[in-house]
């Protein structure tokens, strides 16, 4: 049960996109498109963004996106605002012969 | 509305144990798989276990393994984390977390706010 692998932080300006990537392998990422994405802001619980890849939960922004190539999941944030300010998880589950949850190490966006 | 709410945190010496429970309200819980994440102080989530809705089925973190142990109560609505030799390594706010609205067992988007654990001689 290796983390994903995030970059520790992305920054952009309003207006702009950003994709943030999740790296894993081929026992989960890759092999299935179980990859969700939190957002958490400091002191709070996490939020559910994206879940199975790319849907968004009822209330989510449609700026939100999800995808995935390979063993690399990816959340892209369109017209960013001061608000998406935050930190990131990806999250992946996985196992062949039992039932395996992996987060990644976390990315904080910084909107400038 | 759906809440769940931790409680059972504290200091604890190490090698000594603790049991965290999760109330959960608003929704019907004996149809959904819970699990615990944990997050240590200015880390990244962690995710530790999952139960299966009737509890026919636990899964654990390797770095838990055989110390914890999860369990349900679905009579009083309640989720527990039975702690045992506690290490360092523990001290984390718990928080437990359900996928009501997403339909999914694969989006969490109902979490508490967390309990913290401590472990410290």
């Known amino acids: 049960q290796s983390a994903l692998t995030q970059p520790a932080s992305v920054s952009g300006s309003p207006g702009q996109s950003i994709t943030i990537s999740c790296t894993g392998t081929?026992?989960?990422?890759?092999?299935?498109?179980?990859v969700s994405w939190y957002q958490q802001h400091p002191g709070k619980a996490p939020k559910l963004m994206i879940y199975?890849?790319?849907k968004r939960p009822s209330g989510v922004s449609n700026r939100f996106s999800g995808s995935k190539s390979g063993n690399t999941a990816s959340l892209t944030i369109s017209g960013l605002q001061a608000e998406d300010e935050a930190d990131y998880y990806c999250c992946s589950y996985g196992g062949s012969s039992t039932f395996e949850v992996v987060f990644g190490g976390g990315t904080k966006l910084t909107v400038l | 509305q759906v809440q769940l709410v931790e409680s059972g945190g504290g200091v604890v010496q190490p090698g000594r144990s603790l049991r965290l429970s999760c109330a959960a309200s608003g929704f019907i819980f004996s149809s959904y798989g819970m699990h615990w994440v944990r997050q240590a102080p200015g880390k990244g989530l962690e995710w530790v276990a999952v139960?299966?809705?009737?509890?026919?089925?636990?899964y654990y973190a390797d770095s838990v393994k055989g110390r914890f142990t999860i369990s349900r109560d679905n009579s009083k609505n309640t989720l527990y984390l039975q702690m045992n030799s506690l290490r360092a390594e523990d001290t984390a706010v718990y928080s437990c977390?359900?996928?009501?609205?997403?339909?999914?067992?694969?989006?969490?988007?109902?979490w508490g706010q967390g309990t913290t654990v401590t472990v410290s001689s």
């Open positions: 199975e890849g790319s």
């Open positions: 081929s026992s989960d990422v890759g092999s299935y498109n179980l």
């Open positions: 977390a359900t996928y009501y609205g997403s339909g999914s067992p694969y989006g969490l988007d109902v």
């Open positions: 139960i299966w809705y009737d509890g026919s089925k636990k």
